[in-house]
């Protein structure tokens, strides 16, 4: 008998399962990490990918704006940042400097929040600020690619001449991989950009996208972002299943990317030999609602059977997610049935809310699958308007799983105390 730790927020819960029945539990892998992170990040620092040093970059600079992201995104941004604004600080000690959150369409940080992404003395120092998708006088208008994509971002990215960011890459439902140029758009865009983007992603399955780094949804973000100059240097970061950094790369925000994502290939990829009848998925400490949480649902159709279960755990605390309780009143669908609605004008307007329901939707409807849901925020009413069917216990999940698909039923784990999916270059059939 097998008991594995399922992420459960900030707690986890333990799944009994017989040997017999547990084809794996898949975490990133296990690579070396670098001993010393200060000294890796100053090395990375002076020998950037595609642009000076980052100390030439620094010099005689007049506003600099910091992009980090929020809580739902794991980064030791404290134990990085400081390095950088000191270094900035160096180069333009007259330089005004703003930390900006990229929260897309996440809900603000409070002050305490704030202190445990840049870390205390950091946020009594500098100015930090939330980015609001909604607030229009906080955002500028730059050239988009096409008339039917109008691009709006943060007014601090125009005001400013040097612009960084600092962020992880792991894989992402929308645009292959996180980092780079993500956090631009959609992290510190307006909510018809954030909007369109994600929407853009709608017509292709989970499996065409994720893990793909050349996906078009990506390659058109990251054009805007070169052509309006908007992001000038990125730090990029490899975490391991304690959202720990164990490798980094710095410079262009494309080429310093695709090295990372290079890396969090060996971390991230992962093949399983015959699909499983069960996908078992935790949201840990970075999920507080199911809107972030739900990216855990995502990477199973890289390996469940057509037919097959997704058992979610997910303590959400928050609920469906405080920012978009929307969720409720349209439940996870497939792609053909949103469009329709999107067309129809009932979510024309918050395509955000309509690529969030098709996200979760293609999973259930590509591999035809059930969704059991373990937690204490969403109650088993809300769960059945999600099309969800909620457990109150990690015994009866497998109970069910056993009527389900039989005793011998193939069960996948995936603990997810990690934010990272885990995804295939070879997705089941």
């Avoid at 906080?138 to 612009?163: C, H, I, K, T, Y």
């Avoid at 970061?237 to 720990?244: F, P, Q, R, S, W």
């Avoid at 784990?413 to 295939?424: D, E, K, L, R, Y």
């Amino acid at each position: 008998m097998a008991i594995v730790k399922m992420a459960y927020f900030h707690d986890s819960l333990e799944v009994e399962i017989p040997d017999r029945n547990l084809m794996d539990v898949l975490v990133p892998a296990d690579v070396p990490k670098s001993a010393d992170l200060i000294g890796c990040l100053g090395k990375n620092l002076e020998n950037p990918a595609g642009t000076p040093a980052f100390s030439a970059l620094c010099a005689g600079r007049r506003k600099v704006c910091v992009m980090v992201c929020d809580l739902t995104r794991p980064m030791e941004t404290d134990k990085i940042l400081p390095t950088m604004l000191d270094k900035i600080g160096a180069g333009s000690p007259n330089a005004e400097i703003v930390i900006l959150v990229a929260l897309g369409t996440h809900r603000p940080l409070s002050e305490g929040e704030i202190d445990r992404v840049v870390g205390r003395e950091i946020g009594k120092k500098y100015a930090v600020v939330n980015h609001d998708a909604r607030d229009e006088s906080r955002l500028a208008a730059v050239p988009g690619p096409r008339p039917d994509f109008p691009v709006q971002v943060n007014s601090l990215l125009v005001e400013s001449d040097f612009r960084l960011a600092l962020g992880a890459v792991k894989p992402h439902p929308v645009f292959g991989w996180s980092g780079g140029g993500k956090i631009v758009i959609p992290g510190v865009s307006g909510h018809e950009t954030i909007g369109i983007s994600h929407w853009n992603s709608c017509p292709f399955k989970g499996t065409e996208i994720m893990g793909r780094v050349d996906n078009p949804v990506r390659l058109e973000a990251e054009a805007i972002v070169a052509k309006n100059n908007l992001l000038d240097f990125v730090v990029n970061a490899v975490l391991d299943e304690n959202g720990e950094i164990h490798d980094l790369r710095c410079g262009d925000p494309i080429l310093a990317h695709r090295q990372c994502v290079d890396i969090a290939r060996r971390f991230y990829l992962r093949d399983i030999p015959q699909p499983a009848d069960a996908v078992l998925v935790g949201a840990g400490k970075w999920a507080p609602d199911l809107w972030v949480g739900s990216m855990s649902v995502y990477q199973s159709e890289f390996f469940v059977k057509k037919g097959g279960t997704i058992v979610l755990f997910g303590n959400f605390p928050e609920g469906v997610g405080r920012t978009h309780p929307e969720i409720l009143e349209w439940g996870y669908r497939p792609y053909r049935e949103v469009k329709k609605l999107v067309e129809g004008g009932a979510l024309a307007n918050d395509l955000t809310l309509a690529a969030h329901l098709v996200h979760l939707g293609r999973v259930l409807d590509a591999r035809e699958a059930k969704c059991l849901l373990l937690s204490e925020g969403i109650s088993p009413s809300d769960a059945g308007r999600l099309g969800f069917e909620r457990l109150d216990s990690p015994e009866r999940a497998m109970e069910r799983l056993y009527r389900l698909h039989g005793r011998d039923c193939r069960v996948l784990a995936i603990p997810g105390f990690n934010s990272t999916p885990i995804v295939s270059e070879h997705p089941v059939a």
